[in-house]
């Protein structure tokens, strides 16, 4: 029996994308070899382990990201727990409530993700009056972004102190470079000082899209699972796929196989909080 199948723990997918682009249109997958139907039924469930689901927007063009959510809310998808929806924090004021109110009428929303990682650093203190919306209506936000953002990410929560901020995919550290790097030294300080500010979780998520080179990935991934684990404790560290692009890009790989990785480090004591704990208590408001 592998680790991620064995019995008695709930196994929540804290990252999970689906899209259709007959459906929506989706500018990012032009070319790819994902430019296709990925549908909750297909999603990798770690060998039948897994028994909950978030949906974390998927990239969809702006103008389809309400229909986005739409579509996800009303998906025959048993596993689904919490939605975690698209916003632009540079919309102004107005718009921005009016696209906030339109995603609370649906089932499941808890959150938004305005997805950093392409985004000029220049451009974050500009939402940081979006951050704090999102703070006043009880959502999340999944901070979406690169090792080298950090520091302006750190700069940008700490102006809404009452908003859930979710970190994705560890910061996308430098995996090949390793932790020892000047890279890693740089994103392992930054990650103690994001793991500083309450209400700041981080999802083990998407490190294998990160590396190229299966060698360097099989040396360096668990010293920065440690290291987000050493920080944010596993009360806020939680586990995630990143389905489908993690299972496809860089070195790839099932979800059980990181499930495994994973709990290994974590230890069975812990093993209930970053399964499902840490994600029930940033998502869904209760351990």
Not at 128 to 133: H, N, R, S, T, Y
Not at 183 to 197: C, K, T, Y
Not at 207 to 235: K, Q, W
């Amino acid at each position: 029996m592998s680790a991620a199948s064995a019995p008695g723990t709930e196994l929540i997918d804290a990252h999970v994308h689906v899209w259709d682009p007959a459906l929506h249109r989706y500018e990012w997958l032009d070319g790819l070899e994902i430019h296709r139907p990925m549908l909750p039924a297909a999603v990798d469930r770690a060998d039948g382990a897994t028994t909950g689901m978030v949906f974390v927007q998927a990239g969809a063009d702006r103008a389809d990201a309400l229909a986005e959510a739409r579509w996800v809310a009303a998906a025959d998808w048993p596993e689904l727990v919490a939605i975690v929806a698209d916003a632009d924090l540079l919309t102004d004021a107005g718009e921005l409530a009016e696209h906030l109110d339109a995603l609370a009428a649906l089932p499941k929303v808890v959150g938004v993700r305005d997805n950093l990682q392409n985004e000029p650093v220049e451009t974050f203190p500009a939402r940081a009056a979006g951050l704090v919306a999102l703070g006043d209506r009880g959502l999340t936000f999944d901070a979406c972004i690169r090792h080298t953002q950090l520091p302006a990410l750190i700069d940008l929560v700490a102006q809404a102190p009452d908003v859930t901020v979710v970190l994705d995919h560890l910061g996308k550290p430098p995996i090949d470079a390793g932790i020892d790097s000047p890279e890693g030294r740089a994103w392992s300080a930054g990650i103690g000082e994001l793991a500083s500010r309450p209400g700041t979780f981080a999802k083990l998520s998407g490190l294998t899209a990160e590396s190229a080179d299966a060698d360097a990935f099989a040396r360096n991934a668990d010293a920065f699972i440690a290291r987000v684990l050493e920080a944010f404790g596993p009360e806020r560290t939680m586990l995630g796929s990143d389905w489908p692009v993690s299972a496809t890009f860089g070195v790839g790989g099932p979800f059980a196989d990181w499930v495994a990785r994973v709990r290994a480090l974590v230890g069975e004591a812990d093993w209930p909080e970053v399964a499902s704990g840490s994600a029930r208590r940033a998502y869904l408001g209760h351990a």
